[in-house]
């Protein structure tokens, strides 16, 4: 079965500084990859996505991601973090199987202090 | 336009009781999934329709949970005899035709409180 582990369960920056959340997921076939995030008093909403092609894809708001098949992970980063950015992040993964459903990670939260 | 809509936003009930959480979908989309979100849980899979059948049941955690989807549109996440382990935020999303690189959208949840 499919899994998704995010290594980082709490997490506080200060603004400006860089930001690395690990994502790795157990499935060996082809996948699709995600982070959601959920700000606070918010509901969930896309913040990228990986299909193929280009493995370091960018999102909103300065977001990126990599995608390393070879280490099956998928680490999000932001060069230079800001008080806004403060919510819970949720890697996903879909691959495989007859329902592609959405398979979660349990979080991230992160606070940026001003 | 209008993204998914779930009520009520909030219902506290008492043990033993039967509660039922609404969803209306993104309008033209044929996916709809029901998730947990449990305090240091992150979100449980619980039930995933095409149209109006559920080919994935496999995350409703006991037979007191049930789902069902009427017109292709409006879903009903029905709890039996509540629990307080039942308590949780119940999210609906939905996507386009339920491909696995149809992002999800998500409403804003249902937070159950079971006393």
């Known amino acids: 079965a499919q899994s998704v582990s995010q290594h980082n369960h709490h997490v506080i920056l200060s603004e400006a500084a860089s930001l690395e959340l690990g994502c790795n997921y157990s499935y060996g076939g082809t996948v699709n990859l995600f982070w959601y995030v959920q700000y606070p008093g918010q509901h969930l909403q896309l913040l990228l996505k990986y299909f193929s092609g280009d493995p370091l894809v960018k999102g909103i708001k300065g977001f990126e991601a990599e995608f390393i098949k070879s280490k099956f992970s998928f680490n999000l980063r932001k060069p230079s973090v800001q008080w806004s950015d403060t919510a819970e992040y949720f890697c996903a993964v879909t691959g495989g199987g007859a329902t592609n459903k959405l398979i979660f990670g349990t979080g991230t939260l992160l606070a940026v202090q001003p | 336009g209008a993204g998914v809509s779930q009520s009520p936003s909030n219902k506290v009930t008492e043990k033993g009781k039967d509660v039922e959480l609404r969803c209306d979908p993104i309008?033209?989309?044929?996916?709809l999934y029901w998730y947990r979100q449990s305090l240091g849980q992150g979100l449980e899979f619980l039930i995933y329709?095409?149209?109006?059948?559920?080919?994935?049941k496999s995350g409703l955690p006991s037979d007191r949970f049930s789902a069902e989807r009427t017109g292709g549109s409006v879903s009903t996440l029905t709890i039996q005899r509540t629990q307080q382990e039942d308590s949780a935020v119940y999210l609906c999303?939905?996507?386009?035709?339920?491909?696995?690189?149809?992002?999800?959208?998500f409403g804003n949840g249902t937070r159950l409180t079971v006393t």
């Open positions: 329709f095409q149209g109006n059948s559920a080919p994935d």
């Open positions: 999303a939905s996507s386009l035709d339920g491909r696995g690189n149809s992002p999800l959208h």
């Open positions: 309008s033209g989309h044929t996916a």
